[in-house]
């Protein structure tokens, strides 16, 4: 992440990241599917939220097997677990990646004959069978081998002195969709493909997939979005709320009827209202369509969002606070009890996944563990 060269002594807005109701989720959904596996996808730094700091806090409650999506997310995350940990690289190799990913011992995901090919090649170069897992297309049309292409595979007697092959796994398309008739076909599929590797151990379920029947869970689950408090569908796990999000009143002004508030006016004041400036807006991953749509909040008070959102602000009504409750400078929640990442996503047509991801690096970050609570101001590693 970028560094800044000086602390910044102050923050305008704060995400609380709770290791320890993360370390809850983990346990809920682990404790859901044993004795099944449970590893931890911490693409995407963590789904935003740190992944060198979450990986070490999961490697403390017993996971040993992590999930990123590219070889430099498994670089940045390799220093922060000890030696014993499995890095699985979930988009597979890049073309260049081959000798860094033996190098260090990560296990790619081979999604393609090309994929496993330049594996093979590697593996023959080094004099010794390297590890991998396989994927196999059983109907999303993302990622994975053909039908074709991986009964090849398994009738090729040589492939076990290139490939120590740790798993075989495919991705459900439909896991939040629990009716849909998709995933039992991909899970037949699946069993059936995966009958041409006997012994090898298999995986098919993200979070939402080991809500589905345990059938569903086979030798491990691939847990994300569920470790990070968001709960999955059909809601059957206790999962904890992980993060918070609070930013700064900048300006809080009184609106006479009929003044117009943001860019192209798109709302104008009925009446006499108080409106705060608010220190968050679309730079720090809130969504640009929420403009005049959701809130913030004021402990129990729903502050509505007035106006389009800004890059860098936003405004909302103010009025539903009693006077001299808050002021400049305090502030006010974005994501919190009273408003959940579903809850924002669902008016702003996008998922939690997407608002996580990129809610980016101005925030203040406050990791909160066995309750301590270490800040990183903006700009700083965490
Ligand atoms: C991202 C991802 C997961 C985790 O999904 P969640 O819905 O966040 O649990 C699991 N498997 C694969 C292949 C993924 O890409």
């Not at 007697?157 to 991705?171: A, E, K, P, Q, Y």
């Not at 609106?255 to 117009?260: A, E, I, Q």
């Not at 969504?287 to 936003?314: E, F, K, Q, T, Y």
């Amino acid at each position: 992440m970028r560094m800044a060269k000086f602390r910044c002594p102050t923050f305008s807005s704060q995400l609380v990241i709770d290791l320890d109701a993360f370390a809850a989720n983990y346990h809920a959904v682990r404790d859901h599917v044993s004795p099944s596996g449970c590893g931890a996808v911490v693409k995407a730094d963590a789904y935003g939220l740190g992944a060198r700091r979450l990986a070490s806090r999961l490697h403390r409650e017993g996971c040993r097997t992590f999930f990123v999506a590219q070889l430099c997310e498994a670089l940045d995350l390799r220093a922060a677990l000890p030696p014993g940990c499995t890095i699985v690289i979930l988009n597979g190799l890049d073309p260049g990646g081959e000798q860094a990913c033996a190098d260090w011992g990560f296990v790619p995901v081979l999604n393609s004959d090309n994929q496993v090919r330049r594996w093979r090649y590697t593996a023959r170069l080094r004099g010794r069978p390297l590890p991998a897992g396989l994927q196999l297309d059983t109907g999303m049309s993302r990622l994975g081998l053909s039908n074709a292409s991986a009964l090849a595979l398994a009738q090729d007697g040589s492939l076990s002195s290139d490939i120590d092959l740790r798993f075989v796994m495919t991705h459900l398309a439909c896991a939040d969709e629990p009716d849909a008739a998709a995933n039992d076909e991909q899970l037949r599929r699946f069993e059936q493909l995966t009958m041409s590797f006997p012994g090898v151990p298999r995986s098919i379920a993200n979070s939402s997939g080991t809500t589905l029947s345990s059938s569903y869970h086979l030798d491990f689950v691939r847990a994300g979005i569920a470790l990070y408090g968001v709960p999955t569908r059909p809601l059957s796990l206790k999962i904890f709320p992980v993060v918070r999000l609070c930013a700064r009143i900048l300006q809080i002004r009184e609106l006479s009827p009929g003044t117009g508030v943001g860019y192209g006016l798109t709302y104008t004041a009925s009446g006499p209202q108080y409106v705060a400036t608010l220190a968050l807006g679309y730079a720090d991953g809130w969504p640009r369509g929420r403009g005049n749509i959701g809130a913030a909040w004021h402990r129990d008070v729903r502050l509505p969002i007035v106006g389009r959102i800004s890059m860098d602000s936003m405004t909302v009504d103010i009025s539903g606070v009693p006077p001299g409750e808050i002021a400049e400078g305090d502030f006010v929640d974005l994501i919190c009890p009273n408003q959940t990442l579903d809850d924002i996503a669902a008016g702003a047509d996008t998922i939690p996944y997407e608002l996580l991801t990129r809610l980016g690096g101005r925030h203040a970050r406050a990791y909160v563990e066995d309750n301590v609570t270490t800040l990183h101001m903006p700009g700083e590693a965490y």
